[in-house]
C-alpha cells in the first residue's frame, strides 16, 4: 500500500519534470494504430509473408517450359591481293591481281525444353511452397494478435496506475 504511493508518487513526479507540457492522450485505437504500423517484429514476419509467396511463384518454374534463344554474326572483308603462277608454256612467274572479296554469316537459334515427367517432384516443391507460405501467413497474424494484445495490456495497466494515481491524490 505505502510502495505503491510512492511508486505513484514517483511516476508522476517524473512525468511532471520530463514532460511539463500537456501530453497528448491517445485512444486504445490510435494505440494499436501506432504499435502495428512500428513494430519491427511485425514488419519483420510480413517480410517473410512477402518472401513465401515469390517462393510459391518460384516453384512453378520447374513446371514451365525453358526457352533460350541466340545469334550470330561474323563478316569478312579481303582486300585486294597479288596471286603468282607459273606459265605452264614459258615456265615464267606471273603475277595475277585478285580483288576484294568478303562475306557475311547469319545465324539465329532458338530452343525449348520441358520436362515431362521427373517423378512428382516439380509437384512436391510446389506444394512445399504452398505450405510454408500458408505457415508465414499463419506466423504473421499470430504476431500481429501477440502485438495488439501486448499493447491492449498495457494500455489498461497504464489507466490502472493513472486512477490509482489520482485516488492516491485524493
Not at 4 to 22: A, H, N, P, V
Not at 88 to 103: D, M
Not at 110 to 117: G, M, P
Request: charged share 20%.
Amino acid at each position: 500500500e505505502i510502495r505503491m504511493k510512492y511508486l505513484l508518487l514517483w511516476l508522476g513526479l517524473i512525468s511532471t519534470l520530463l514532460f511539463g507540457q500537456e501530453i497528448p492522450k491517445l485512444s486504445l485505437k490510435d494505440c494499436v494504430d501506432i504499435g502495428l504500423k512500428t513494430n519491427v517484429l511485425l514488419k519483420q514476419t510480413k517480410y517473410q509473408l512477402e518472401q513465401a509467396n515469390q517462393d510459391v511463384l518460384g516453384s512453378y518454374s520447374d513446371i514451365l517450359p525453358q526457352i533460350s534463344g541466340g545469334y550470330s554474326y561474323s563478316h569478312t572483308n579481303v582486300g585486294p591481293s597479288v596471286r603468282v603462277i607459273t606459265d605452264p608454256n614459258t615456265g615464267l612467274q606471273i603475277p595475277i591481281n585478285t580483288g576484294r572479296t568478303w562475306s557475311s554469316n547469319f545465324g539465329v537459334s532458338v530452343r525449348a525444353n520441358q520436362t515431362i515427367y521427373d517423378g512428382g517432384r516439380w509437384w512436391n516443391f510446389i506444394r512445399g511452397a504452398k505450405i510454408a507460405r500458408a505457415s508465414s501467413g499463419e506466423s504473421y497474424q499470430d504476431t500481429r494478435q501477440t502485438v495488439i494484445l501486448n499493447i491492449m495490456q498495457k494500455y489498461y495497466d497504464l489507466l490502472k496506475v493513472m486512477k490509482l494515481r489520482d485516488v492516491a491524490a485524493e
